[in-house]
């Protein structure tokens, strides 16, 4: 689960180690990310409209982590 903020910005939402679910999620399950009650937070720095992208497939997608990584650590800024 990626998002990108109203500057373009792009960011990781899910997989992420501090949030406790792991990622792939096992089928036929319900699961909230992130778990536990927990919330994702809003900071008052770029605020604006946000958009959510979302990738699911019933099998693994081989890139995705690799993918994830380099949003992950800077590598994608847009």
Same mark, same amino acid.
């Given at each position: 689960?990626? &998002?990108?903020?109203?500057? @373009?910005?792009?960011?990781?939402?899910?997989?992420?180690? %501090?949030? @406790? +679910?792991?990622?792939?999620?096992?089928?036929?399950?319900?699961? +909230?990310?992130?778990?536990?009650? %927990?919330? &994702?937070?809003?900071? @008052?720095?770029?605020?604006?409209?946000? +958009?959510?992208?979302?990738?699911?497939?019933? %099998?693994?997608?081989?890139?995705?982590?690799?993918?994830?990584?380099?949003?992950?650590? @800077?590598?994608?800024?847009?």
């Amino acid at each position: 689960m990626l &998002f990108r903020s109203q500057s @373009g910005a792009v960011k990781v939402l899910f997989p992420d180690p %501090r949030i @406790g +679910t792991s990622n792939p999620i096992a089928a036929a399950s319900a699961v +909230t990310v992130p778990s536990g009650g %927990r919330r &994702f937070a809003l900071n @008052g720095e770029d605020l604006g409209s946000e +958009t959510v992208y979302l990738a699911a497939s019933v %099998r693994p997608l081989a890139n995705l982590d690799a993918a994830l990584q380099k949003v992950a650590s @800077g590598q994608v800024a847009s």
